[in-house]
């Protein structure tokens, strides 16, 4: 991937983020999200990974961010009327993200300057991740599957009580 599509892969990246932190309404944060999982995936496309690609599509941009846009729908989410936070909370968060890309920008200062591997092709074989997830990462992968079971009944639980 050449130095300039990924400048502006980035730039996009870290745009779409901003509007999921930045916007009020849900919908739109929740759309924001689709569209930085999107570009993660050209990420992956970037570094040969095709796979990682398509199952970052599927699996967050698809059923994860429909399963968030379908919780926010059950609840009926709308963007909260509230005032602008005051001078102490903008003074305290504007110190906290300050210090945040402090710190990235040394953590990347840090690791910058060598010359990156290429994967290794075993890396991105189906066959090789799907025994990969199904032996050393079972355990996680069925706990993702679990909270994701939770989320949808506490959310049809959420969504009864309000009726």
């Known amino acids: 991937m050449s130095p300039v599509v ?3 892969l ?8 901003l509007v999921v932190v930045v916007h009020r309404s849900p919908i739109y944060s929740a759309l924001g999200l689709v569209c930085m999982m999107g570009l993660l995936s050209l990420f992956f496309v970037g570094l040969d990974a095709h796979v990682l690609a398509a ?3 599927i699996v967050y941009a698809g059923a994860i961010i429909v399963l968030v846009l379908f919780v926010i729908m059950l609840l009926n989410l709308e963007a909260d009327r509230r005032a602008t936070a005051g ?4 003074a305290v968060g504007s110190l906290g993200g300050g210090l945040l ?9 840090r690791f910058a300057g060598g010359p990156m591997t290429a994967l290794d092709p075993a890396f991105v074989d189906p066959t090789t991740l799907a025994a990969r997830l199904f032996t050393t990462h079972l355990l996680p992968f069925e706990l993702t599957s679990v909270l994701l079971l ?12 309000g009726q």
């Open 55 to 57: 199952l970052q599509l």
């Open 150 to 161: 939770v989320a949808i009944v506490g959310a049809v639980v959420l969504g009864k009580r």
């Open 87 to 90: 001078a102490r909370a903008v």
């Open 10 to 17: 980035a730039a996009l990246t870290v745009a779409f983020a």
């Open 101 to 109: 890309a402090a710190v990235l920008v040394a953590a990347a200062s």
């Open 6 to 8: 990924f400048a502006l």
